[in-house]
């Protein structure tokens, strides 16, 4: 088939949509009233949500801090404060990033351009996220014992069944983190592929 | 006449215009709908800022298709969700299988471009010379021409086999 053909359909499909005229001026003013549910309000929502957690986490984690009492729980402490609240910030900064287009004066190679490297910025930040979220574990684990129930594990241990159960917890993040990291490593490279082609 | 009944004549004008942008960028009728709502939403917003050094129906182009890039596709939570192609040939009044099949066929392969070959093959569909579609797009009119030739290149080989 030849694009000339699919051109032809285009125009018919043009003229069909032409003779109809769905729209009358209430359905239109109620488009314009911001009713509708913008998903990327959707995901800043839920990025904020989760980000005020965290920083209500570190806050606890500040008020406590006083209770880690070894240099090495300290740097524990230290390392979970930095990862509450420098990721959520960076997550909540590129997603404000991505919103900034001129939708109205850019065009539509600068708008895609901003757009596409926003966006893999934020991928990039999930995925370090979700790596380091697996490091996590083993210094927010040891501080919120600590804070928690006063238990230094560097010291007592853990029982075999809370072996048991970080192990599994380990595990079952891994397999999820790296199920997730292909499926961002496929977008960011499309992405890319893109941005080449706009320059 | 009011800033509002300016604005409804205009949409109700031309909402084929805005009807086709939306069809070319999401694959359902329900994002279709969605994003139809987000594109007048925004159209809105910002058409104090239109000045006439353009013409309405380049500044409708440019927000619709500026919109288009951010919109998040809807995931298919259920099965019975209408492919855009079929919701468009159900409008049709005119009952011919090759336009259907066609429209099918474009509606398939326009899935598989990129965000930035869809939007220069639906302005290319629509009419628009080479300089218009530099108006809207921000490229150069001379690399519109390299790059719509690649575009249909690329159509042509995929629809060859298909």
Known sequence: ?199 | MSKETVFTDLIREHQALLYKVTSVYTDSKLDQEDLFQEVVYQLWKYFDSFRQDSKITTWMYRVAMNTAITHLKKKKRRPDVQPIAEVLIKQSDAKDEVYEERLRLLYKHLQHLNTLDKGLIFLVLEGKNYNEIAQITGLQASNVGTRISRIKKKLKTNMTNS
């Open chain 1, 1 to 199: 088939m030849e694009i000339e053909e699919l051109q032809a359909a285009w125009l018919q499909m043009s003229k069909d949509l032409n003779q109809q005229k769905k729209l009358t001026n209430d359905i239109i003013l109620n488009m314009t009233q911001e009713k509708y549910q913008n998903k990327f309000r959707n995901v800043t929502t839920y990025e904020t949500v989760g980000a005020f957690i965290c920083f209500c986490i570190a806050l606890l984690l500040i008020v406590k801090f006083g209770k880690l009492d070894t240099w090495y729980l300290k740097a524990c402490g230290i390392f979970s404060l930095s990862y509450l609240i420098v990721l959520p910030i960076l997550v909540l900064k590129a997603l404000k990033e991505i919103k900034t287009l001129d939708i109205s004066k850019n065009s539509y190679k600068a708008n895609l351009s901003h757009y596409v490297k926003a966006k893999n910025r934020l991928l990039r930040l999930q995925q370090i996220g979700m790596g380091v979220g697996i490091l996590g574990m083993f210094f927010i684990v040891p501080v919120f014992s600590k804070i928690s129930s006063n238990k230094n594990i560097f010291e007592i241990g853990l029982k075999t069944e809370q072996v048991v159960l970080l192990a599994l917890t380990i595990l079952i993040t891994i397999v999820f983190c790296v199920w997730a990291y292909k499926g961002y490593q496929r977008l960011t490279l499309s992405a890319e592929e893109l941005l080449k082609d706009l320059v």
